[in-house]
């Protein structure tokens, strides 16, 4: 059996095995089915699904679990969710503020929402501005234990213009803003109920985190730690009663069990299922499986504190010598697709024309002689008397791991590269910088791990200059003051347009300077029976944008 992830947005992440990459991923709607033979053709109305993660809480706003932002959406509601067409879909708020419909200031220090009206918590309690509000302040209480405060941390006040219109005030532009707040960010948080939790000093205990009261298509009606979560129906909810009656989570903790329980009937759909048994998830009669491109690379990062690798003709030639299609092949079977960028395909900022790097041995062993490292006797390169060896940091027990530095290894040997590796557990390799963390630290040469973002494509935190840990995660000690310059404009303008042009120009530099080499963009596999409609997975943050319109 593989373990698998649960992972967390914009966060640096081990890649600990291939079911790992695949749990965190999702690519264009790819998917096949057979009649289906199998004799439990479940309840009408109820969807049963079997997963392996059980989550820690429900409560988004303490977690950075995505097993919890998929739950709660179902229970739960944002401003706005993201859709399976990268649209933003309104759900508490009725209409996205932009510049053109004045929800923007001209300064770009006020944004206006207008609150949806008839909206109630499942308590019946009527939803409104006081909640928002309420909520913006439960992220930045310092006693509650919220993953980040990332664009929350920049509103000066929030004021309430009546039940249902509310104008948030920012210390200075933000662009990311929008897509920050309450919505489907990198942090996503959900709006929480004031007259349920306003009375607390923190929200880190409440019972609530076990059984939620939300505005969302469904109730959590109860949670059997260990076994099950299920969701009924919310006949209140705004749209109206969800086509579902009833949502089980099985929590299964084994990959083999959750085969067998899809092949007999037992369970209805798996998402983020193990890559490794995608030939046998394809086989079964009435299943048919979904290849879900989601917004997550996984890359190899170079340390450039390293004096080797500050010379960026090493890094474009360590780009050259390897050959990513066979990693692709081997270490992921062929789930994830092939990438030159830190922004996807779908996403607005994705920028095609940056310089790529195709395997060329020839070309990476012409860069590195350029850059004066001759090769030896051995076949591994010399430069002032100093071999080209470099350590890369690995997961303990990470299959992905195994097999791509097996790869990395013997390509870059071919170019005379000396590449050891040295396995870490993950809670020691990727822990955080105050607990000496190894890539935190800058404890390493190579290392290979996976970003995720969100709705936006701000990138500043792992590339800009002053992000360095522990300010920030650029774990490369990358600088370079062009691209900052472009950071700076795409993270104080609104429009769009302006936006994407100093994205395009992060892209080429990075590109370009390779302070890491993008190896592939993750794709999510989902088993889905073929009685389900309605279905339609999103590329950001939460493939479970539209549950009310899920049917079985």
């Not at 310059?485 to 892209?507: D, F, G, N, T, W």
């Amino acid at each position: 059996m593989e373990a698998r992830s649960a992972y967390s947005c914009k966060v640096f992440i081990a890649l600990a095995t291939a079911a790992v990459v695949l749990a965190l991923s999702a690519c264009s709607k790819l998917g096949e089915s057979v009649n289906r033979t199998n004799a439990n053709a479940g309840h009408p109305g109820v969807l049963r699904t079997g997963e392996i993660l059980e989550p820690a809480t429900l409560n988004p706003e303490l977690s950075t679990d995505q097993t919890t932002v998929d739950l709660s959406m179902f229970w739960a509601g944002y401003l706005f969710n993201w859709s399976d067409d990268n649209q933003w879909v309104p759900e508490l708020a009725t209409e996205v503020p932009t510049a053109q419909n004045g929800g923007i200031s001209k300064d770009g220090l006020s944004i206006t929402y207008h609150l949806r009206p008839g909206v109630k918590w499942h308590d019946g309690a009527p939803y409104g501005a006081d909640d928002v509000i309420f909520s913006w302040h439960a992220v930045m209480n310092p006693n509650n234990n919220v993953g980040s405060r990332t664009g929350y941390d920049i509103i000066r006040a929030i004021d309430k213009k009546d039940d249902h219109t509310i104008v948030v005030h920012l210390k200075q532009p933000y662009a990311p803003f929008v897509a920050s707040f309450f919505t489907m960010s990198a942090s996503p948080y959900c709006i929480l109920p004031k007259h349920l939790l306003g009375s607390l000093p923190d929200i880190n205990r409440a019972s609530f985190n076990n059984q939620p009261v939300g505005t969302g298509p469904f109730k959590v009606a109860k949670w059997n730690k260990g076994s099950l979560i299920e969701f009924v129906a919310n006949p209140d909810y705004w749209r109206g009663p969800p086509k579902l009656k009833a949502v089980e989570y099985h929590v299964i903790p084994d990959d083999d069990t959750i085969l067998t329980q899809l092949r007999t009937g037992e369970i209805d759909m798996e998402y983020a299922a193990s890559q490794s048994q995608v030939p046998s998830l394809r086989e079964i009669p009435g299943m048919h499986v979904v290849l879900n491109p989601i917004c997550a690379f996984a890359m190899l990062g170079y340390n450039l504190k390293n004096p080797i690798l500050a010379d960026i003709r090493v890094r474009q030639a360590l780009a050259y010598g390897t050959d990513r299609g066979t990693i692709i092949e081997k270490a992921a079977h062929g789930v994830p697709v092939p990438a030159n960028s830190d922004q996807p395909t779908f996403q607005w900022a994705y920028e095609p024309d940056v310089m790529k790097f195709p395997y060329d041995p020839a070309r990476a062993r012409a860069l590195l002689d350029a850059a004066g490292w001759k090769t030896g006797a051995d076949g591994i390169r010399v430069k002032n008397g100093k071999r080209l060896e470099l350590v890369a940091v690995g997961t303990t027990g990470s299959a992905i791991d195994r097999v791509l530095f097996g790869v990395i290894q013997q390509d870059w040997k071919a170019i005379g590269v000396d590449l050891a590796e040295k396995q870490y557990p993950p809670q020691i390799g990727f822990a955080n910088y105050a607990a000496g963390g190894i890539i935190q630290t800058g404890k390493f040469d190579v290392a290979f791990f996976s970003w995720l973002n969100g709705v936006d494509p701000d990138d500043s935190t792992f590339t800009m200059c002053d992000q360095w840990p522990p300010a920030g995660q650029n774990v490369y000690h990358y600088c370079n003051p062009k691209l900052d310059a472009a950071e700076r404009i795409a993270l104080s303008v609104y429009p769009q347009m302006e936006r994407k042009k100093q994205y395009a120009v992060i892209q080429r530099l990075l590109a370009q300077d390779q302070p890491f080499l993008v190896i592939w963009f993750n794709r999510r596999v989902n088993v889905v029976s073929d009685r389900i409609q309605g279905f339609k997975p999103s590329h950001v943050v939460t493939e479970f944008w539209n549950t009310w319109e899920w049917s079985i």
